[in-house]
């Protein structure tokens, strides 16, 4: 008998936040799936940055200093009249997981996209939705490998997750099966 390929969907997320911990207030989470029989498929919002301090999740001066010096463009997200309260975000997000098979989440960071999302699913008293042994760090395995090329603003979740799927594409297909 033949044993039948576990079909894989390996998602890059990106988000924008508040701080630089793993208790980050989350103003934007985007995602794109990059291999897998949902190819293509992505997801973005802008999130309120109180409704995401309101549950606990932190913001740091030293961030928001840095924000100012941030192009324009990225720092709409801010002011986007289409941002969520953090508990229908989160809502949103796992909606667009729930479909996808087995999936791999790679986050830029070991500590930082894949940990400020699974610490905002706790403090909302939310469902994490994904297995933690399906966490992947896009950080640790680009690190020595030539740098990427921006697609898009700088910045902005959606566009940060999908240049850097492209790189990882690029540079270590090997290890998206």
């Not at 301090?53 to 801010?78: C, E, Y």
């Not at 896009?138 to 921006?150: D, H, M, N, S, W």
Request: hydrophobic letters at 45%; glycine letters at 6%.
């Amino acid at each position: 008998m033949m044993k039948q390929k576990l079909m894989i969907d390996h998602v890059m997320v990106d988000l924008e936040t508040v701080d630089s911990t793993p208790t980050a207030g989350i103003i934007s989470i985007g995602a794109v799936v990059f291999k897998g029989p949902s190819s293509g498929l992505h997801f973005y919002t802008a999130v309120d940055v109180a409704s995401s301090l309101s549950i606990g999740l932190t913001q740091s001066d030293d961030t928001m200093k840095w924000w100012a010096q941030q192009n324009p463009k990225a720092r709409s997200v801010f002011d986007d009249p289409e941002r969520l309260e953090i508990h229908i975000a989160l809502c949103s997000f796992r909606q667009f997981l729930e479909p996808l098979n087995e999936v791999r989440v790679w986050g830029n960071g070991a500590a930082f996209d894949n940990a400020i999302l699974a610490t905002a699913y706790r403090l909302a008293g939310l469902a994490h939705p994904w297995k933690f042994w399906n966490d992947r760090c896009y950080r640790t395995v680009v690190a020595g490998l030539p740098k990427r090329k921006q697609q898009g603003t700088f910045h902005n979740a959606l566009d940060d997750a999908i240049s850097q799927a492209d790189h990882l594409m690029e540079c270590a297909p090997e290890l998206i099966k």
